[in-house]
């Protein structure tokens, strides 16, 4: 029998996930995108991550009642690293176990001289002029406002008629040194900003109350270039050969974020002219074809970019719908592909002031990956991405409704998916998890060969040996029969799909590997590694361990730290002293371009293997 | 005998101007506007304003060739100052005694820590990124250019391909600390700007080599907005009260502005996206007009500004067609209806730097006056203007061709015009030289009646007191005859004419009066009179002190200063550090409200009355 995914209702949003019987609360919370932090590792030992369960039955385990005390069981309390749900239950999760914005950015900006919102209101009733005291308007507001700014021709036309009309007492908005608009009244309560991350599939946008740090809401799309190439060289290509090829991929990208800052808004109920500010971080690319820069330079070697540094334009002139005086912050890049979301993930997992070495591995279209502490980083990217994202697989696709997600082996083979709807094929943690489980189970050897269901008699069960089918010349294994599925199509994971998934670990272990090498490291001197991405969020760990997609290091030390570039975009927002740090960070950090290592090639070979199960040092998931 | 007036050509210009007999080089080079430097004031005594007859005889007198030499003399060595035209002749006057922006700037950037350029360019050859060196290109310039400095958006957009177009070699413009533009192979050697001075009635532009100092071409034109009002309180009233008042104003103006560039561009053959930048000064209310700031605020009490400091903007922003990435930087303003040209003469005369304490009168449309020293400057500005210029003079006109431009009273009169074509109507030098000999004569008295001739027969020639004709119920002083002239009518100074010249010349006294109170001083303590506009040029010194328009100094402490605010402006222009002194200059200067002074009526009373002769301590002219 199939088991029914189970419901979770988070509280106090009231926010739905399904997931698969077992399931920590973690995990769970994950699912619907509320990062929890911890401390520990989720090795249930420091006790931080206390929940509720509200409603419905969520066993306690021995290590709580221990760590909790029976009372606090009684009330409800739970660990949410420890406790799995099994049947439907609501849990509130309290604000301060949830990673924010504000959070880490106290961290960020610890020894930092001056915090300083990029976004700054400035409250000022002036004495409008006299015969004997004939101050101009600009001396009078320059004379009452604490910092010095700039006015531009715009704002300065509208000045007099506005204090005249205003009795002389308004809201100056000041961004990065200008003064760039007035409101009526007192407003220096309210500061709008949006922080986007522009990923090459997909785009995520946070509407922010800048003073607060609170998010006011979150949307996120497809990125429509999509319709352009799945991948950067292929869009980069479209903007070079094709008729106005940069200006329609400009256009389609600043149409959507126009469509979500327009359903931000509605949503959270603040006009598009109080958004003041946005912050913007994506891939070098990306960042380019926002800016309407060619990225022609990335074409072809050396791949040098035509701007590092972080850049400020006035929305207006991207035509971004905004405030049109508002301003535009996109974030500097590093090197080649390597752009403002790496920088704006060192940034936010604070890599670069660590004492001890740790690696940040986001994998995204493309894969990134940072080596390094506070005396030195590394970084290099790799063309990882598309099978993690569905691309290339037989049945692959994004981590939609419908996409298999997850794949638990028991006696059989049980499967939950996004939205808990019938399957519709299968997305990248689904396959790691397969592939995963194929591993273990001994279906597939260290070279990724699926056995024969024969030689596996008598070591599997009869109904994970019926899943082993003959497809063409080798085997593929089914994970659905046709007549359970959304589309009447059994969906299979077959030989070519774990060598796609096995070139795209390698791409990525052999980057990790290189890097270490380049560091004088091994994978044992790593004190901790991140797993960046939203895709991150969903992967298993022990799986992504046991095909050798990360390091083999104590599951404890691997963290999830989410949209980690999202992350850090939202804290230059509230703290645009940051824009030092990150300027810091770009210029400092190390590009390492694979292409030139000579051990490049012989890593990747390498890592094309999967580890032999006696070198996992991981106890089973 | 009318005497004709007799033709001067100044080499090496081959400029042309007609002269009575009698009139000085001095002058006659005023009249082509071509300026000379008097150290001893046109005494005659220092020497230094030597020129050379090349052609025709120029008689030298006995002090010249006492100062002179008898050799120096034989070749046509004359002093300007001192040597009179009574026959055609073409005389060289050299570079080094002509008052020039380049020899000013000099004195004014003296004591400047660093002189900058408005339009500084660097001509770069960058190496190209490599695999190994893979370096952003706006880096590899960072480091090749050695000044910070800023790239917008547009610019970056061109970037890579103009560095890949051109072999990464090329010069960049840089203005205001921002690189604005790039040109082709090493251009360094041009640096082109346009030096304008907005006047209510006149425009002048003077194409500049901001490298060398050169003025490369001068246009002129008339305000285009004299349409929509003579004055600028009419024009505040158009702004305000007309639908698109503002913008008519405003379009007008840049409309004439571009002409004029174009015209100027044609003409020294540069073109117009090789101008990079221009420097304007102007009244305060056409500062305003032409940033399209509402002029508003000066159209009643307290007549405050909006903006008083400097602002530069992109000459795109204002619609101005020089190079699109070039800017305009507008002088500061002191307060209410005193503006940059104040400021900009004030830097020109270099009085913010004197030790002893001058005055400066600017007789445009309105006067503007500025009293004082490095210590203290004060300024007034006083609705003089108009009758100097014409208007509310019966047959008055503008110094266009055809205007009695001078008149010298022997036993008859002789007058000369503009241009030298028949008599069209008088200007203001000629109504000065008409009045000041009136008083002379006697036909005249100190309260302005002109008397009837019975009473003055006997001491007047027959043919003066054949002028003087019964107009109405008072008496009218001919200056030309029906017959005689352009349009066929009698030219008249009629006794309503020298009532107008009266009110004219009093709020101008009155206003130097109450200034020199505030400061505590007197007519005496004046170390030197600076005559500034183009008006000034024209004025014989002896006639503005007889009919007391300028304190009564010794006339060598009268200077002419041309046009000192398009003068100021071209220095900015050549130096951009120099903003900083103009913003010292309009802060530091003190606006005196004549309304707000008590005592301004009893001076204007008392300054309606013409000086007693005997007050007059200057020999005759």
Redesign the interface.
Known sequence: MKPTPIKVTILPEKKTVYVLPGTNIVEAAGKANIPIELPCGGEGTCGKCRITVVEGNVPPLPSEEKLLGKEAISKGVRLACQAKIYSPCKIHIPEEIRISAQKILTESIEGEKEVCPSIWKYYFKLQP????R??????LLRRAVPKKFFAN?YV??E???FLKTHNYQATGVFSNGELIHFEEGDTTSEAFGVAFDIGTTTLVGTLMDAKTGKDLSVSARMNPQVAYGADVISRIQFAMNSADGLERLHFAIIGTMNEMLKEMANVSKVPLKKIYKIVLCGNSTMQSII????P??LSS?????????G?E?KAI?LGITINPDGTVYVFP?I??FIGGDTVSAILSTTQYKAEEIKLCVDIGTNGEIVLGNRNRLITASTAAGPAFEGARISQGMRAMPGAIEKVVFTDDVLISTVGNVPALGICGSGLIDTVAGMLRSGIIDETGRIQPPKTLKGRLSDKILERIVKKESSFGFKLVDGDNIGNGTPIFVTQRDIRELQLAKAAIAASIKILEKKMGITDQDLSEVFLAGAFGNFIRRSNAVRIGLIPNIPFEKIKFVGNAASLGAKLVLLCSTLRNTIENISTKTE?V?L??SSDFQNEFAESMLFPNPISIKNKAP
Chains 1, 2 share one sequence.
């Open positions: 002029p006299t015969l004997e004939n101050i101009s308007d600009l001396d021709i300065l036309r000045l007099h008629n800016l309407k820069i060619s022609e330079s070697i050396p791949f040098s970019l035509v701007v590092r540094e850049i334009v002139k890049n090197g080649g590009y371009e292409s030139l």
